[in-house]
């Protein structure tokens, strides 16, 4: 268990790897990254990193999702870019492979991240594993940190997710909070509870000794 002093060098590391760089963080649709790594992301933006929350595509209600997800973006400090856009609604099923991966390459290619992050293999939603696979392959692009989060869903599932990383996002805690709640039309009508995304902070935080954590996966990291 670190002292503070020890706690304050690792957060000051993170904040010092990315500060001045690009963090590219897809999500297969909106909210999937503010329920999975809001806390990691707003303290990276708040760090000086350049965060660039990617939506591959809204599955319905256009103008509402993008709403809700403009100002979850907003909220979390960071940039919004919505990938298959054209004000309407697709769903990433209908993509053919190459199709997802073009587009993929398409935002590397223009942001150069130092960092990506993305859905994982243990998914339940299979959107957001052909998500992950296209990331995977932009990795031919460039040489940047890749990470996979947490499974990202509205009704919890039994699926297995094992973090070998964690950040501490006692400081963001309730910044990703909100970012979860400005997305009104998934957590307002159906009543979902919030409370689980605040359960599993605190348990990622209590198995690194701080408040509340986010866990990652760690596909690539380039310890030069
Ligand atoms: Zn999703």
Same mark, same amino acid.
């Given at each position: 268990m670190g002292t503070e002093a020890e706690q304050a060098v690792i957060a000051q590391a993170l904040a010092s790897r990315y500060a001045g760089r690009t963090v590219l963080a897809v999500g297969a649709h909106p909210d999937d990254l503010e329920l999975a790594v809001g806390g990691t992301l707003a303290r990276l933006s708040r760090g000086g990193a350049r965060v660039v929350m990617a939506i591959?595509?809204?599955?319905?209600d256009y103008a509402l999702r993008r709403a809700e997800a403009e100002e979850a973006a907003a909220i979390l400090g960071c940039e919004l870019r919505? !990938?298959?856009?054209?004000?309407t609604t697709r769903r990433i099923?209908?993509?053919r492979t190459y199709e997802l991966v073009k587009v993929l390459d398409a935002v590397v290619r223009e942001l150069q991240p130092a960092a990506l992050m993305t859905h994982g293999?243990?998914?339940?939603h299979h959107d957001h594993i052909l998500v992950h696979d296209a990331a995977v392959a932009t990795q031919r692009l460039r040489f940047f940190d890749f990470f996979s989060y947490h499974p990202s869903f509205c009704r919890l599932v039994p699926v297995q997710f094992h973090p070998r990383a964690y950040v501490d996002i006692s400081d963001t805690i309730e910044i990703k909070m909100r970012a979860i709640a400005a997305h009104k039309s998934q957590f307002g009508n159906r009543s979902?509870? !919030?409370?689980i995304y605040r359960d599993m902070a605190r348990l990622n935080g209590r198995l690194i000794g701080v408040d509340y954590a986010e866990g990652l996966d760690v596909g690539r990291m380039l310890l030069a």
């Open positions: 591959v595509s809204v599955p319905a919505i !990938l298959v856009d054209g004000g099923e209908d993509m293999t243990a998914e339940f979902i509870p !919030l409370d």
